[in-house]
Structures are given as structure tokens and as C-alpha cells.
């Protein structure tokens, strides 16, 4: 299982699902290059493609195969861009929360060193669960824009999501594909979800209630439970 996250998302938010799966799967969630550390920025991203090739050449260099893609939000139109430009690129895909077809930028009016309070009403507006809207992660990514160059790079980023449209791909698809939405989701609303599945041929639809934008991180007891009963379609051959 590679695990994708969002781009205000880490690793670290697929940890409790891939707790769950590692006695039966290798999981791996890499770290993609849109994080506030200026070194993992160094080849510059202007579109999606940049950040799927890296994510094909890792997966060539640690030799995942065969393995199922799952990524949220910034992840899931990774992982679509790579299974449409790509054929027999992964056994199954796994979307949640996916752009690609409509997101609501949660970013936007963002200027230069935004304040913390603009910070914190902006994860607020990502999760369903406040509890998980801690000062710690509130500061964390308060502490992170105020870097003006990670600003720049994460509109930039912001926009070559909002300008890469799968809509026409997503009819080309030909593998097992889960979807995995959020019923309170208001970045992805759950009408994307139900477009997402009419679109991708033979597609599944789960929605998780009491939660966002990011139902591995919000629900993965949930989340982890719906991959038990998806997976293993995928490897059936």
C-alpha cells in the first residue's frame, strides 16, 4: 500500500491506518516534496506531473510491486494523474477527498505571513473533529507561512492542483477503485464523491459520517476498515 497525503498533510496522518494493515500489507506514506523544509523544494513544482514522476520514480527505486495507491485531497489527483498516464500502474486506487474534479481552495486570501487566527479558521474549515485543531498544530502551521518563499510555493502548488482537470480521464480508468469521502467534507463536498463514482467504472463509494476532508486522519479505525474489505480484490490474481 503506498499512502499519499494532502498538502497540509504529513505522513504522519496515515500512521493509525497503516498500523492497522502492516501485519497483512507493506505500507509505505512517503514524505511529498510540499512541505515547509526548502530542500525538498529544490527541483520546483509547476505542475502535477512534477510531483507524480517523483512518486513513480520512488516507487521504481524501492521496487513496490505490485501495490494499491491511496491518497487524500493533493494525493488522490496525484495518484488518478499517475493511474491515467500510466496504464497497469498500480492493482487498485483508493481516493479520498480527491481534487481533480472540485475543491474548494481552503487557502484562499491567504497574503504573506497570514495571521494566526487565519491559521487556525483555515484547519478548522479542512476537519470535522475540532479536537484534532490542537494550538500545537495551529502553530505549527502558523510557524510555517511565515516563511514568504513557502508562501509563494504552496500557491503555487495550490494552483497547478486547481489546474490539473481529470474529468475526462477518470472515464479511462480500468481498476478497482475505492472511494472513501467524508459526509461533513466541505472542501470536497460529498456531491464530488458521487461524481468521482459515476465517472470511474466500476467504482465503489463509502461515505464516513463525522468527518471532513480527511477521513485517514479523522476516522482511520473507519478508514482502515473499508481497505480490510477492499484489498484484498485487488491482489485476487
Known amino acids: 500500500m503506498l499512502f499519499l497525503h494532502g498538502l497540509f498533510g504529513t505522513p504522519e496522518h496515515w500512521r493509525h491506518v497503516m498500523e492497522r494493515l502492516a501485519d497483512r500489507y507493506r505500507v ?26 517523483q512518486v513513480a520514480e520512488l516507487v521504481e527505486t524501492l521496487r513496490i510491486d505490485p501495490f494499491v495507491i491511496c491518497g487524500n485531497s493533493l494525493g488522490g489527483l496525484v495518484a488518478i494523474d499517475l493511474c491515467a498516464r ?3 500502474f498500480a492493482k487498485g486506487l483508493v481516493l479520498a477527498g480527491s481534487a481533480g474534479l472540485f475543491e474548494k481552495n481552503p487557502i484562499g486570501g491567504m497574503r504573506p505571513k497570514p495571521s494566526r487566527e487565519f491559521v487556525k479558521k483555515t484547519v478548522c474549515g479542512i476537519v470535522h473533529k475540532q479536537e484534532l485543531v490542537t494550538n ?10 511565515q516563511d514568504r518563499d513557502y508562501v509563494r510555493f504552496v500557491l503555487r502548488v495550490s494552483r497547478a492542483t486547481r ?15 475505492m472511494i472513501i469521502w467524508g459526509q461533513e467534507d466541505s472542501i470536497t463536498p460529498p456531491e464530488t464523491g458521487r461524481e468521482f463514482q459515476r465517472r470511474i467504472k466500476g467504482s465503489k463509494l463509502q461515505f464516513i459520517e463525522d468527518c471532513g476532508h480527511a477521513p485517514n ?10 481497505l480490510d474489505e477492499f484489498l484484498p480484490t485487488c491482489f485476487a490474481d
Do not use: C, M
Open 28 to 53: 509505505i506514506a512517503p514524505q511529498l516534496p510540499v512541505d515547509p523544509q526548502p530542500g525538498r523544494r529544490q527541483h520546483g513544482i509547476n505542475a502535477i506531473a512534477d510531483l507524480s514522476d
Open 86 to 88: 500510466r496504464k497497469d
Open 163 to 177: 489546474d490539473r482537470s481529470v474529468e475526462k480521464e477518470l472515464t479511462k480508468l480500468d481498476l478497482p477503485t
Open 217 to 226: 486522519w479523522e476516522q482511520p479505525e473507519a478508514f482502515a476498515e473499508l
Open 136 to 145: 500545537e498544530l495551529v502553530d505549527d502551521w502558523h510557524s510555517s507561512i
